[in-house]
């Protein structure tokens, strides 16, 4: 199903006068609003094709039903969040859940709802069917070099079908790792998988991009090889210029400043860019700015500030992402309101007076900096989002829309009630 740019008008004009009102007020607080609201229209994030069903734990998974079954279907899920919120622009698929089988049809369906490609993923951290050898004791760290030899033609498969899509990016999350003391020579699994990280980077195109995600445990809980930003960012390092480390904010141990990763990696130009969501205990892939919101502005803080020392532009120098799993809600409107919160941020962020910033730091003025921050924080920025998406022609209020539209019934009665999405 697509949504009909009349109703989303239509509905919009319902909305109009309270939202002026609302507009006119938070104009009068920020005074770079228009300056926000223009970067905000401009502001896309990738929607991971795994995603868009009900991914279920370990103990469960719960249906929700309409969920999207063929690669078709994903990309009529992301067009539809798209064209509620005019900032989701972008499918990263995950190979091989999504095998595009003809790459021209698949390019213009995208392209109908507006659609480019974002990174693709590789995946070697479960057997497949058809595959010859196993990932059970890791891919690219294995003891066996048939193992990572298979692990790196699977990574240059996927690159492959990127270039047909016209990604620009690979990015490799690797589960390899030991469950056990004994179990691996971590120096061993290290410069093994850097021989084989160093193959699929040979098959990179010039204009592509490895990124490099770590996470700290699971499904590995002893060590993991890509286990923190340190790691991966060696591993980025002896790579050469076109691997860069991916950050996923469930990836940490607890507690861990992220931040302040955020402001180093981008010092270095290693940054690649994020997987959003949120956590209260490990990789919970809640909603982004569910658990921590604060955590998400000061992210933004310094993402913000770091893309304006660089000259970056995040469109083109920072892929950003979702990466989150839904137990209990719809999907669909999870991602919107994730995509919400993360514009909110961003939004706070760009108000952040920098120079009054940095003037305290400097004079050690430790309450008026905190208070810049907290300030910027607590500012309601939902006016300056709406505003944008009206100006790109999204909708007031996506969830609202979508439930006026009942979106979901409506893919229940397409696609049936008890659905299983391909992927996680
Ligand atoms: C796994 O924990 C990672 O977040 C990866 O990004 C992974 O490829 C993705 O979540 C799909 O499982
Ligand atoms: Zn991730
Ligand atoms: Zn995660
Ligand atoms: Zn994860």
């Given at each position: 199903?697509?949504?009909?740019?009349?109703?989303?008008?239509?509905?919009?004009?319902?909305?109009?006068?309270?939202?002026?009102?609302?507009?006119?007020?938070?104009?009068?607080?920020?005074t770079n609003?228009?300056a926000?609201?223009?970067?905000?229209?401009?502001?896309?994030?990738?929607?991971?094709?795994?995603?868009?069903?009900?991914?279920?734990?370990?103990?469960?998974?719960?249906?929700?039903?309409?969920?999207?079954?063929?690669?078709?279907?994903?990309?009529?899920?992301?067009?539809?969040?798209?064209?509620?919120?005019?900032?989701?622009?972008?499918?990263?698929?995950?190979?091989?859940?999504?095998?595009?089988?003809?790459?021209?049809?698949?390019?213009?369906?995208?392209?109908?709802?507006?659609?480019?490609?974002?990174?693709?993923?590789?995946?070697?951290?479960?057997?497949?069917?058809?595959?010859?050898?196993?990932?059970?004791?890791?891919?690219?760290?294995?003891?066996?070099?048939?193992?990572?030899?298979?692990?790196?033609?699977?990574?240059?498969?996927?690159?492959?079908?990127?270039?047909?899509?016209?990604?620009?990016?690979?990015?490799?999350?690797?589960?390899?790792?030991?469950?056990?003391?004994?179990?691996?020579?971590?120096?061993?699994?290290?410069?093994?998988?850097?021989?084989?990280?160093?193959?699929?980077?040979?098959?990179?195109?010039?204009?592509?991009?490895?990124?490099?995600?770590?996470?700290?445990?699971?499904?590995?809980?002893?060590?993991?090889?890509?286990?923190?930003?340190?790691?991966?960012?060696?591993?980025?390092?002896?790579?050469?210029?076109?691997?860069?480390?991916?950050?996923?904010?469930?990836?940490?141990?607890?507690?861990?400043?992220?931040?302040?990763?955020?402001?180093?990696?981008?010092?270095?130009?290693?940054?690649?860019?994020?997987?959003?969501?949120?956590?209260?205990?490990?990789?919970?892939?809640?909603?982004?700015?569910?658990?921590?919101?604060?955590?998400?502005?000061?992210?933004f803080n310094e993402l913000v500030a770091g893309m304006d020392a660089?000259?970056?532009?995040?469109?083109?120098?920072?892929?950003?992402?979702?990466?989150?799993?839904?137990?209990?809600?719809?999907?669909?409107?999870?991602?919107?309101?994730?995509?919400?919160?993360?514009?909110?941020?961003?939004?706070q962020a760009l108000s952040v007076d920098k120079e009054a910033l940095e003037n305290a730091r400097e004079?050690?003025?430790?309450?008026v900096a905190?208070?810049i921050l907290?300030?910027a924080?607590?500012?309601?920025?939902?006016?300056?989002?709406?505003?944008?998406?009206?100006?790109?022609?999204?909708?007031?209020?996506?969830?609202?829309?979508?439930?006026?539209?009942?979106?979901?019934?409506?893919?229940?009665?397409?696609?049936?009630?008890?659905?299983?999405?391909?992927?996680?």
């Amino acid at each position: 199903m697509k949504l009909n740019k009349e109703d989303i008008q239509e509905y919009n004009e319902g909305l109009l006068e309270f939202h002026q009102e609302k507009l006119a007020f938070t104009k009068k607080e920020v005074t770079n609003a228009e300056a926000i609201i223009q970067k905000l229209v401009d502001f896309q994030i990738a929607i991971p094709s795994w995603a868009l069903g009900t991914g279920g734990t370990r103990f469960g998974r719960f249906s929700g039903g309409g969920e999207p079954a063929t690669l078709e279907q994903k990309i009529e899920d992301v067009g539809l969040l798209h064209a509620l919120n005019q900032a989701s622009g972008a499918i990263s698929l995950h190979i091989p859940w999504d095998i595009p089988k003809d790459a021209a049809a698949i390019k213009a369906l995208a392209d109908e709802h507006g659609l480019v490609f974002d990174a693709v993923n590789s995946n070697t951290f479960q057997d497949q069917a058809d595959q010859e050898l196993s990932y059970k004791f890791g891919s690219l760290q294995h003891t066996d070099p048939a193992v990572r030899q298979q692990a790196v033609d699977h990574n240059i498969e996927v690159i492959k079908h990127g270039i047909e899509l016209g990604s620009k990016s690979l990015t490799v999350w690797l589960s390899d790792g030991s469950c056990f003391p004994g179990q691996i020579n971590f120096k061993k699994a290290f410069e093994n998988t850097l021989e084989s990280l160093q193959k699929i980077y040979a098959e990179l195109p010039e204009d592509w991009k490895m990124f490099v995600e770590y996470k700290a445990f699971e499904p590995n809980f002893y060590s993991m090889t890509v286990g923190d930003w340190g790691q991966s960012l060696l591993f980025a390092n002896k790579l050469g210029p076109k691997a860069k480390t991916l950050v996923d904010l469930g990836h940490h141990l607890p507690n861990a400043n992220i931040e302040q990763i955020v402001s180093l990696l981008m010092m270095e130009g290693k940054l690649a860019g994020f997987h959003f969501n949120d956590s209260k205990y490990a990789d919970d892939d809640l909603t982004a700015g569910a658990i921590k919101p604060y955590q998400l502005f000061l992210i933004f803080n310094e993402l913000v500030a770091g893309m304006d020392a660089a000259g970056m532009n995040h469109a083109k120098d920072l892929g950003w992402m979702i990466d989150a799993s839904h137990n209990v809600k719809d999907p669909l409107e999870d991602l919107l309101q994730s995509v919400e919160a993360i514009m909110l941020a961003y939004a706070q962020a760009l108000s952040v007076d920098k120079e009054a910033l940095e003037n305290a730091r400097e004079d050690n003025d430790v309450v008026v900096a905190q208070n810049i921050l907290q300030n910027a924080f607590r500012t309601d920025m939902r006016a300056l989002v709406a505003e944008a998406r009206l100006r790109a022609g999204g909708a007031l209020n996506p969830i609202g829309f979508y439930r006026k539209m009942d979106v979901r019934d409506k893919l229940i009665r397409e696609r049936g009630s008890k659905t299983v999405a391909t992927g996680l």
